[in-house]
């Protein structure tokens, strides 16, 4: 079975730092990446997927990742991050097995607080 | 076009009672999939359904069970409710295989 760990549960930045999020996942197979962000009392959106081709993503709000197939790595950035990015982020892997179907595995997330 | 529908959005239920969750997913979209959020245990796939068929299965004890119809809509059922049932139940609607979910706001669920 696969997993997904992200390594910062906490994460405190001030406005216009940048940002650095961790994503690793366990699946020797092919998968399909994706990282969702849940702002306070909203639900689940989609930041970015990846399912193939150029491994670095460009998604909604300034947000970008990388996939790194041989660290098994899905990290997601943002050059400046604001106060509107409070949130919680979820990556998430979908490993693609002769079932074909939607089967989703999270990371635990990360909480992003932004002092303004 | 509208997103993902779920009712209720908050149930208080007692122990040992049972309870459904219904979902209804974007317009076209065929495959429903749930998943449980807690504190403790985070986000945790339950199941997906495809055209009326379940296609996939989370590690959940078989008190949880689901249904699709054939409109896409979609129904998950919880019996003899336990307090550790008390959680976000999140249902999402996906246009293809392996493509990406799109989220309902979820169905609060307390057990007491």
Same mark, same amino acid.
């Not at chain 1, 909203?42 to 996939?67: M, R």
């Not at chain 2, 959020?37 to 959940?60: A, D, I, V």
């Not at chain 2, 979609?74 to 139940?89: C, F, K, P, R």
């Given at each position: 079975?696969?997993?997904?760990?992200?390594?910062?549960?906490?994460?405190?930045?001030?406005?216009?730092?940048?940002?650095?999020?961790?994503?690793?996942?366990?699946?020797?197979?092919?998968?399909?990446?994706?990282?969702?962000? &849940?702002?306070?009392?909203?639900?689940?959106?989609?930041?970015?997927?990846?399912?193939?081709?150029?491994?670095?993503?460009?998604?909604?709000?300034?947000?970008?990742?990388?996939?790194?197939?041989?660290?098994?790595?899905?990290?997601?950035?943002?050059?400046?991050? &604001?106060?509107?990015?409070?949130?919680?982020?979820?990556?998430?892997?979908?490993?693609?097995?002769?079932?074909?179907?939607?089967?989703?595995?999270?990371?635990?997330?990360?909480?992003?607080?932004?002092?303004? | 076009?509208?997103?993902?529908?779920?009712?209720?959005?908050?149930?208080?239920?007692?122990?040992?009672?049972?309870?459904?969750?219904?979902?209804?997913?974007?317009?076209?979209?065929?495959?429903?999939?749930?998943?449980?959020?807690?504190?403790?245990?985070?986000? &945790?796939?339950?199941?997906?359904?495809?055209?009326?068929?379940?296609?996939?299965?989370?590690?959940?004890?078989?008190?949880?069970?689901?249904?699709?119809?054939?409109?896409?809509?979609?129904?998950?059922?919880?019996?003899?409710?336990?307090?550790?049932?008390?959680?976000?139940?999140?249902?999402?609607?996906?246009?293809?295989?392996?493509?990406?979910?799109?989220?309902?706001?979820?169905?609060?669920?307390?057990?007491?």
């Amino acid at each position: 079975a696969q997993s997904v760990s992200q390594h910062n549960h906490h994460v405190i930045l001030s406005e216009a730092a940048s940002l650095e999020l961790g994503c690793n996942y366990s699946y020797g197979g092919t998968v399909n990446l994706f990282w969702y962000v &849940q702002y306070p009392g909203q639900h689940l959106q989609l930041l970015l997927k990846y399912f193939s081709g150029d491994p670095l993503v460009k998604g909604i709000k300034g947000f970008e990742a990388e996939f790194i197939k041989s660290k098994f790595s899905f990290n997601l950035r943002k050059p400046s991050v &604001q106060w509107s990015d409070t949130a919680e982020y979820f990556c998430a892997v979908n490993a693609l097995n002769n079932n074909a179907g939607n089967m989703l595995t999270f990371g635990g997330g990360t909480r992003l607080m932004v002092k303004p | 076009k509208a997103g993902v529908t779920q009712t209720p959005r908050y149930l208080i239920k007692t122990r040992g009672q049972q309870v459904t969750l219904s979902c209804s997913p974007i317009s076209g979209h065929r495959s429903v999939s749930w998943y449980q959020q807690t504190p403790g245990q985070g986000l &945790q796939f339950l199941f997906e359904y495809f055209s009326e068929t379940q296609r996939n299965k989370g590690n959940f004890p078989g008190r949880f069970s689901g249904r699709q119809f054939s409109n896409s809509r979609s129904e998950m059922n919880v019996s003899t409710l336990e307090l550790g049932d008390s959680a976000l139940y999140l249902c999402a609607s996906s246009p293809g295989p392996g493509t990406e979910a799109f989220f309902g706001q979820g169905t609060r669920l307390t057990v007491v």
